[in-house]
């Protein structure tokens, strides 16, 4: 199966600042996905963004397929923020879901 | 709120019984999805239903079933259960056959503790 690795693992922000969390895959895939699992254990959708730049408010996510690396950037966080970031990607051709270890965010006011 | 139910919320069973988990998938959806998040192993696909059948297959070990019912609801079977079963198990649905392309959503989960 493909290997999704996150980094980095942990992650422990001032309010206000700025963050950029990285997935790495390893090898081509036709659906990403970035997931916030918040404190309550509930797993919200992000972004789907197997290639392209989006933005949502103040989260924005890039990646670049043909280079096997994603990017999601949190500006401005919030204490609500704080959670476990999770990647996953999807092969071409297969319906499995892969999903990375996780970022595990903390914005502290 | 993504759309996706599962119930119940919580259980709490002893090693060697039997639980069945449910979920609803959102109105129009086709595909089921299964997933195991444990401490040691965290997330991982177990299976994948389209349309009633049998789609996808991951890390589901042989004690673990699960089918999709004609109205699209799905239930995962889990029995002679062991300590290390215990985890939360997510339910997603997508609205297609899944072929590494649709978006999934997930479901609330159910904690499964067993003692």
């Known amino acids: 199966g493909i290997q999704v690795e996150q980094s980095p693992p942990d992650l422990i922000l001032q309010e206000g600042a700025n963050s950029t969390l990285r997935c790495n895959f390893s090898?081509?895939?036709?659906?990403l996905q970035w997931f916030h699992q918040n404190p309550w254990g509930q797993l919200i959708n992000l972004f789907y963004?197997?290639?392209g730049t989006k933005q949502n408010g103040r989260l924005s996510a890039t990646t670049v397929a043909t280079e096997r690396y994603s990017l999601l950037y949190i500006s401005s966080s919030q204490t609500t923020d704080s959670g476990v970031y999770f990647c996953a990607v999807g092969a071409w051709g297969g319906n499995q879901f892969y999903f990375g270890t996780g970022t595990s965010l903390t914005v502290i006011p | 709120d993504s759309g996706v139910t599962q119930t119940p919320k919580h259980l709490i069973t002893a090693t060697g019984q039997r639980v069945t988990l449910r979920c609803s998938p959102r109105?129009?959806?086709?595909?089921v999805y299964w997933y195991q998040q444990s401490l040691d192993q965290g997330l991982q696909f177990l299976i994948q239903y389209y349309n009633g059948e049998e789609r996808a297959k991951g890390n589901i070990l042989e004690r673990f079933s699960a089918q999709q019912f004609p109205d699209l609801h799905s239930e995962l079977n889990l029995s002679s259960l062991e300590l290390g079963d215990s985890a939360l198990y997510f339910c997603a649905s997508s609205p297609g056959g899944g072929r590494g392309t649709d978006t999934q959503y997930f479901g609330p989960g159910t904690r499964l503790t067993v003692l």
């Open positions: 090898d081509s895939v036709n659906n």
């Open positions: 963004i197997p290639s």
């Open positions: 109105s129009g959806d086709l595909s």
